[in-house]
């Protein structure tokens, strides 16, 4: 199906796929202490934000032991997976290479 306006014709098609971001490539300059460091405060950052999250759920009314332990480590593992990027900003405000 196209459609005239003013002296354009515009095919009716599905937009392009759009590929997905490729993840933040490894600082090979950078210390790995500063980016530890940046991981762990990420995996803090990240356990927050799941505690918060949680807090509207069925899991909030468990044992808080346990529900601690799980948005602690989940969030670590958040963190550890890309996370939200925190981790390179962090890594590079402190010195460190990523890019």
């Known amino acids: 199906m196209s ?6 014709t515009t095919a009716a ?11 933040a490539p ?5 210390d790995p ?5 940046a991981e762990a405060f990420e995996g803090v950052f990240m356990s927050m934000l799941v505690e918060e ?6 899991v909030a009314k468990g044992n808080p ?10 969030g670590d593992q958040i963190s ?10 962090i890594e590079r405000q402190m010195g460190g290479g990523a890019a």
């Open 65 to 74: 032991l346990y529900t601690g332990l799980m948005t602690e480590k989940l």
């Open 33 to 37: 202490k500063i980016r530890e460091a």
């Open 13 to 23: 098609a599905a937009p392009a796929p759009v590929a997905p971001a490729a993840a």
């Open 53 to 58: 999250m949680m807090k509207s759920t069925e």
């Open 26 to 30: 490894a600082a090979t300059t950078s």
């Open 80 to 89: 550890r997976s890309g996370g939200i990027g925190l981790a390179d900003v």
């Open 3 to 8: 459609t005239a306006v003013t002296g354009l």
